[in-house]
T-cell receptor, first 109, second 114 residues
Framework: DAKTTQPTSMDCAEGRAANLPCNHS???????VYWYRQIHSQGPQYIIH???NNETNEMASLIITEDRKSSTLILPHATLRDTAVYYC??????????FGAGTTVTVRA | DTAVSQTPKYLVTQMGNDKSIKCEQN?????MYWYKQDSKKFLKIMFS???????INETVPNRFSPKSPDKAHLNLHINSLELGDSAVYFC?????????????FGPGTRLTVL
């Protein structure tokens, strides 16, 4: 699986959009970009995934650059309940997820 | 209607004991997993089972023995518990479709070995 680089932490204001960057410059053509998050003391939660095109669901939007070397997860209106560690993972469906350190996102009132 | 459930939620035991953690999923998935999250918070895959067959064993000591009685259950038995086994263990399940899958995680079992 390609390695990803994420900022260690970031803060955002409640009600504002949170933009979480991820670099994956060694991504290969068949690898997908996945985002999961882990709220304190809970199991990881799937957010979204994509291959080339931008994706949106009820939780977030995923913007992937044209060269696929980086992506951004957008939480459109962050709430206090979005405080969590966010993981960007690049992979094919190979029966495992390889978690890095992720980005600790703190949403402040 | 919990999708992936684990029991127990907390487990405190002495070194040298044998213990089991149970996992059940009601999503109809064909693949189940065990992950370990240590005190440094890194999540690592331990095992993957697809249709009751072991497909991934990530250099886990053979004191850990997963057992899948059917596709909806994947239990983890640990023999001769050691202090270093203290961690949170997460079960997950998914249905792999081609090159993609979405994994759903259980709430975790916090194991403390004294």
């Amino acid at each position: 699986d390609a390695k990803t680089t994420q900022p260690t932490s970031m803060d955002c204001a409640e009600g504002r959009a949170a933009n979480l960057p991820c670099n994956h410059s060694t991504i290969s053509g068949n690898e997908y970009v996945y985002w999961y998050r882990q709220i304190h003391s809970q199991g990881p939660q799937y957010i979204i995934h994509g291959l080339k095109n931008n994706e949106t669901n009820e939780m977030a939007s995923l913007i992937i650059t044209e060269d696929r070397k980086s992506s951004t997860l957008i939480l459109p209106h962050a709430t206090l309940r979005d405080t969590a560690v966010y993981y960007c993972i690049v992979r094919v469906g190979d029966y495992k997820l390889s978690f890095g350190a992720g980005t600790t996102v703190t949403v402040r009132a | 209607d919990t999708a992936v459930s684990q029991t127990p939620k907390y487990l405190v035991t002495q070194m040298g004991n044998d213990k089991s953690i149970k996992c059940e999923q009601n999503l109809g998935h064909d693949t189940m997993y065990w992950y370990k999250q240590d005190s440094k918070k890194f999540l690592k895959i331990m095992f993957s089972y697809n249709n009751k067959e072991l497909i991934i064993n990530e250099t886990v000591p053979n004191r850990f023995s997963p057992k899948s009685p059917d596709k909806a259950h994947l239990n983890l038995h640990i023999n001769s518990l050691e202090l270093g086994d203290s961690a949170v263990y997460f079960c997950a399940s998914s249905h792999v479709r081609g090159l993609t899958d979405t994994q759903y995680f259980g709430p975790g079992t916090r194991l403390t070995v004294l």
